[in-house]
């Protein structure tokens, strides 16, 4: 189906559930009465949820999936000259039916709605954890970051720390069902080994931890006092080390910020990227404060990387929104 937009895709697939209904399959009745070309059909009724669940698992998408939706049907005898069903599958989380069309070409169709149960082992299934999953790891994203992922014990517990910190409206005691859940559901799997090679060169890695579990360190940037700041973006903070002793210490955005990328400015202030926040940060390393930029136009949403020229002028990239920034510090704030 890829000559059909995506959206379009999906109300097919629902639209081919609503006709596969026995009495409407060709062939079984001689004269079969004609579908009517217009359904009204629910996406995903069983997201609905009352009050106390929406209130503890949070309403989500619920109210698109409830939403009775007017879709083409799929006549099958008819669309690409007439189709004939070779075969249904699916792993995992989706249904899928290929189909073959007159026209020689071969249609896919797949549910719209998946069920992560079919990827877990049978006595895991339909337990609560999973419910939990299902209802709060898919605000963001589908499950497809759970199911293919390779994670050790370790892994799991630092990346439900960071969902948790990106915003996945769970408790600490649902973190913990969550994590034990996923170490049990998705072990990890063998990795290709490394392979060892002699030679002059020695590395020596030093690793320290930052304090804020699942903050999602990134983009470290040495400075020239020879500290090491990051980006805490899930935490939504920066962070200094200095690698001589050890000592670290976090300064938390007052607002929603994402962090993203870093640069340095002759005084030694750090500047960032806030990804999730719509706008480039400054932290004042003397006072600790930060002041922020907004950007001026909402389409661009997540400013990502910064940089300065040669005359202090700071360019920063903005990721989805598709623009090229400039901020002069000196006249005030940002324009595309
Ligand atoms: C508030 C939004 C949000 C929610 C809710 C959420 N995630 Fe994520 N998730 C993200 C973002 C953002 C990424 C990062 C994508 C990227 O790599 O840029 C991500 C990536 C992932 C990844 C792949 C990256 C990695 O480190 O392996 C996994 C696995 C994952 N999420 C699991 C979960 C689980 C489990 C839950 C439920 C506890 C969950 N997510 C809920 C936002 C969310």
């Known amino acids: 189906m890829a000559q059909l937009s995506r959206a379009r895709r999906r109300w097919i697939g629902v639209g081919l559930a609503a006709v596969l209904t026995p009495a409407a399959l ?23 949820a009352g009050w106390l669940h929406r209130l503890l698992l949070g309403a989500h998408y619920r109210d698109l999936w409830a939403t009775p939706l007017e879709v083409d049907v799929l006549d099958l005898s008819r669309f690409a000259g007439g189709l004939t069903p ?32 079919l990827a877990l082992p049978p ?7 999973k419910k939990l999953v299902q209802d709060n790891c898919t605000i963001c994203h589908n499950l497809r970051n759970v199911v293919l992922s390779n994670k050790s014990a370790d892994d799991w517990d630092n990346t ?18 969550i994590k034990q859940y996923l170490i049990a559901s ?12 002699d030679g002059p060169i020695k590395v020596k890695f030093d690793i320290w931890n930052v304090p804020t579990p699942g903050s999602r360190p990134h983009d470290p940037l040495a400075t020239p006092d020879g500290a090491i700041w990051w980006s805490g973006q899930f935490a939504n903070r920066l962070g200094r080390l200095d690698p001589k002793t050890g000592e670290m210490k976090e ?17 030694g202030n750090i500047w960032y990227g806030g990804n999730w926040g719509g706008h480039i940060g400054k932290l004042d390393v ?28 700071l360019w920063f990239s903005v990721q989805n929104g598709g623009f090229m920034g400039r901020l002069d510090p000196v006249s005030g704030g940002p324009r595309r």
Do not use: W
């Not at 995992?92 to 149960?117: I, N």
């Open 160 to 177: 439900v720390d960071m969902m948790k910190n990106a915003g996945a409206p769970i408790t600490a005691d649902q973190a913990k069902e």
């Open 286 to 313: 003397k006072t600790g404060e930060y002041k922020i930029y907004p950007m001026p136009d909402p389409k661009a949403k997540d400013p990502h990387t910064p940089l300065f020229d040669r005359d202090g002028i």
């Open 251 to 267: 300064y938390p955005i007052p607002v929603l910020g994402g962090p993203h990328g870093l640069i340095n400015d002759k005084d």
């Open 26 to 48: 060709p062939g079984q009745t001689p004269t079969p009465a004609r579908p009517a070309t217009r359904q009204t059909v629910v996406a995903g009724d069983h997201y609905q």
């Open 186 to 197: 998705f072990p990890e799997g063998p990795r290709p080994k490394p392979a060892v090679i």
């Open 86 to 117: 070779t075969g249904c599958g699916g792993r995992r989380q989706t249904k899928v039916l290929r189909l073959l069309g007159k026209d020689g070409r071969q249609y896919v169709f797949r549910s719209v709605d998946k069920d992560p149960t």
């Open 123 to 129: 006595d895991l299934r339909a337990t609560f954890a």
